[in-house]
């Protein structure tokens, strides 16, 4: 499967608890999103990478959010001190170098559950 | 401010039937317009896009018209599907951001 792919799948945390998802794009994407879905919702715009440089952050994301895409190819996101509103599906896309703006290819996403 | 209004939130229509979705964006430096669909259970697909250079797209059932004037583009489909039934967002880019709607559940009745 060439596509987007995102581990873990499901993740069940306590709150309080850090936990780290990672998503590994189209291997010749430069572009790299994350995204948090609550059900019902559009998903939220959380961050984006141009290769290994984070040009944008959500003024919604806290502190305790914090995402990393060392060599410009696989990214992980990480959440420190879960609490209970940060249960949601957490989606990766990435999106091909050509252009200003393409079509942007989403991974099956990470469920995250905060009890 | 960012955001990308979507209208209706849920849409019913009788197979045959054809079905639209409005979005009003807010930043008029936007230009590309993309609709995603998502099933129930996975992940979003792109279903067409636009960009500000053009007024109208069309593929087969699905066209999506723009009026970068008014800040609104709309999605139609004709000749509904069962199939068609899905979750669709609009989103428009604001900076580096992409901002999505909220969403419009379609229902397509056999």
């Known amino acids: 499967d060439t596509g987007v792919s995102q581990n873990p799948r499901h993740k069940i945390t306590k709150r309080g608890q850090n936990v780290t998802f990672r998503c590994d794009p189209i291997s010749e994407h430069n572009r790299l999103y994350w995204y948090r879905q609550t059900l019902g919702q559009g998903p939220e715009f959380l961050t984006y990478?141009?290769?290994?440089?984070?040009?944008?952050k959500s003024r919604l994301l806290s502190d305790r959010f914090s995402a990393e895409r060392p060599k410009g190819s696989f990214s992980t996101l990480e959440i420190q001190r879960t609490e209970q509103g940060d249960s949601a599906m957490y989606l990766c896309?990435?999106?091909?170098?050509?252009?200003?703006?393409?079509?942007?290819?989403f991974g099956p996403g990470t469920r995250l559950t905060v009890l | 401010g960012e955001n990308v209004e979507q209208h209706p939130s849920t849409l019913s229509v009788q197979e045959g039937d054809s079905a639209v979705i409005k979005c009003t964006y807010s930043d008029s430096a936007s230009n590309y317009f993309p609709w995603y669909k998502q099933e129930l259970g996975k992940r979003p697909q792109l279903i067409i896009d636009i960009r500000s250079n053009v007024g109208e797209k069309k593929d087969q059932r699905i066209a999506v018209t723009l009026n970068k004037t008014a800040k609104h583009f709309s999605l139609h489909i004709t000749e509904t599907q069962p199939e068609d039934s899905a979750v669709y967002f609009c989103a428009a880019p604001i900076g580096f951001k992409t901002i999505f709607g909220a969403g419009t559940r379609l229902f397509v009745k056999a």
């Open positions: 990478f141009q290769n290994e440089a984070q040009l944008e």
């Open positions: 896309a990435s999106s091909p170098p050509a252009g200003t703006y393409n079509e942007q290819f």
